[in-house]
């Protein structure tokens, strides 16, 4: 059998690339690879850890067999938007595809789908991260967690799986890293001598949106208590609410999320960009290329912000109250106006409390916030928004890093947010 690599796609690159919100039902991607691995760099292999949460594999998120629509092609040389998918990869998630090399991301929760026959695989990625921040991918095969692959910039090449029965194989890589920790640059699959890879399976139907903090992009599930620092080893956005989510719904998830950001005001009021700042970028931390908003459309958003505005130092409810309120309804009326059809979750997320910080009333008052600014647009006649709370996180489901959601609190969100989305959309 003819060996394969996503190897054509930085040729083909400036002509097609994917573009979502034209998606038909059965309709085939584009560009499957060469035969030989490309680039310089090391060629050291290094094979996917088997610590780590495993999770639930598969799903709908990047998951193999998920029923669904192709895609049609569209021109990647202008902004960051579509995906560069092929008949034998496809994306989830925003990815720049402006460099010829191959195409870029950064949030939480993009993921890479391929299937090939064989018993193993290798990737080859273009890493910023460094040794002592790597970034990280789960490992998924056939639905089932293989592990960990860290990645970071020591290396280009590494082994993604060995070992498997001989045979086809889906794959899903999905990025539990927060773009702090660095871009990644996908360069191609290579499949071992003599094999190839394959047509992946269509995407689903259902796509959704989370925007968010870092309770959305997993910030320290796996650490073992409240009393750690932040790492990237412990951050796991395959087990954080946002991404388990889309898995228990069929849905491929688009996650942007970023630790310590907020609508209006950052943590302890931070000097960086908000939220509705970086809302429309394609790489998080780069002001273009622009994601084209018309090239993935969800069908459901999840707005999970405002943790931390009310963090250190809360601004009395005369000073606050406004400018929150004003900043809250802009990002709802961007939402709308980029996806007409959505319906719009505004949450109130589980770190939220009244206790802390002391005096501030946080709980109270982003949920009074919060609902008003859903109240404003139900009695202007969009009653596609809704407000859901998350319960306060407790000691009893254990806790993350620095005093962040646990696995099961994310486990119990995740079914409070599915049922919701359910209802509302008879999913």
């Not at 760099?41 to 629509?69: F, K």
Request: proline share 6%; hydrophobic share 35%.
């Amino acid at each position: 059998m003819k060996t394969e690599a996503y190897f054509t796609f930085p040729r083909l690159a400036s002509a097609l690339c994917i573009a979502w919100s034209a998606l038909l039902p059965g309709c085939g991607d584009d560009d499957p690879g060469g035969a030989t691995s490309a680039g310089g760099g090391s060629s050291t292999s290094t094979s996917a850890s088997s610590t780590g949460s495993a999770g639930e594999g598969g799903g709908g998120e990047g998951g193999a067999g998920q029923g669904g629509a192709g895609a049609t092609t569209s021109s990647a040389t202008g902004t960051g938007g579509g995906s560069p998918s092929g008949d034998s990869v496809r994306f989830i998630g925003r990815f720049d595809t402006t460099q010829p090399e191959g195409p870029r991301f950064s949030w939480a929760g993009s993921a890479i789908v391929t299937r090939f026959s064989g018993t193993s695989i290798s990737v080859r990625f273009n890493d910023a991260s460094t040794s002592d921040r790597s970034n990280y991918f789960q490992v998924v095969v056939d639905g089932e967690s293989k592990g960990v692959l860290e990645v970071n910039n020591q290396e280009e090449l590494y082994t993604v799986v060995e070992g498997l029965p001989d045979g086809e194989h889906d794959l899903l890589l999905h990025r539990r890293t927060e773009p702090l920790v660095g871009v990644t640059q996908f360069l191609e699959f290579v499949p071992e001598q003599g094999e190839a890879l394959l047509p992946v399976p269509p995407a689903p139907e259902r796509r959704i949106e989370v925007i968010g903090d870092s309770i959305s992009a997993g910030y320290g599930i796996d650490g073992p208590d409240q009393n750690c620092p932040f790492t990237s080893e412990t951050e796991n956005n395959y087990l954080a609410y946002s991404a388990l989510t889309g898995r228990k719904l069929g849905a491929d998830t688009n996650i942007i999320a970023w630790s310590g950001r907020g609508v209006i005001r950052n943590y302890d009021d931070e000097v960086a960009d908000t939220m509705p700042e970086i809302y429309g970028r394609t790489i998080a931390d780069e002001a273009q290329p622009a994601w084209d908003f018309s090239s993935w459309v969800p069908q459901v958003v999840v707005i999970n912000l405002g943790t931390n505005d009310f963090s250190i130092n809360v601004p009395g409810d005369a000073q606050f109250r406004e400018p929150f309120t004003s900043g809250y309804a802009d990002l709802v009326e961007t939402v709308r106006e980029k996806y007409p059809e959505a319906f719009i979750f505004c949450t109130i997320g589980p770190m939220l409390s009244d206790g802390y910080p002391e005096g501030a009333q946080a709980l109270t008052r982003a949920r009074a916030y919060i609902g008003q600014v859903v109240e404003d647009r139900n009695a202007d006649g969009d009653d596609r928004v809704r407000l859901l709370e998350f319960p306060a996180h407790s000691e009893a489901n254990g806790y993350g890093c620095d005093w962040h959601p646990s696995a099961r609190t994310n486990e119990l969100m995740a079914d409070q947010l599915a049922e919701a989305i359910s209802e509302e959309l008879g999913w």
